[in-house]
């Protein structure tokens, strides 16, 4: 069973930008789709965005589309979210998660096998 590593987090004003990386390890990347998402204290855990084994095929929540981009290189075992355009409502821990499955929604905690232990985002208003 391998590892996802999270980093790229911080505190930073609205408005800026920030880049995430989930970095795996102990499996071939290559055959898992990734997905973040975020959690404050309180709320269940959120989609954010979602992509395939080979990046064509990516998902956003309504809330962050167009502001953040999720992106992947497998040569570097390595998933990407940008964040631009934050605002205070982003604030919260982004989690990174990997399915082997193919088929089912992407947007469901639950069809992840493994997860990250989280990097915290703060956005200041």
């Known amino acids: 069973q391998g590892q996802l590593v999270e980093s790229g987090g911080g505190l930073v004003q609205a408005g800026d930008s920030l880049r995430l990386s989930c970095a795996a390890s102990?499996?071939?990347?290559?055959?898992?789709?990734v997905g973040w998402f975020r959690q404050t204290p309180g709320k269940e855990r959120e989609f954010v965005a979602a992509?395939?084994?080979?990046?064509?095929?990516?998902n956003y929540a309504d809330s962050v589309k167009g502001r953040f981009i999720i992106s992947r290189n497998n040569t570097k075992d390595t998933a990407y979210l940008q964040l631009n355009s934050l605002k205070p409502e982003d604030t919260a821990v982004y989690f990174c998660?990997?399915?082997?499955?193919?088929?089912?929604?992407?947007?469901?905690?639950?069809?992840?096998?493994?997860w990250g232990q989280g990097t915290q985002v703060t956005v200041s208003s």
């Open positions: 998660a990997v399915s082997g499955k193919i088929f089912g929604d992407r947007s469901a905690s639950r069809w992840y096998d493994y």
């Open positions: 102990g499996r071939t990347f290559r055959t898992v789709a």
């Open positions: 992509i395939s084994r080979s990046g064509q095929n990516t």
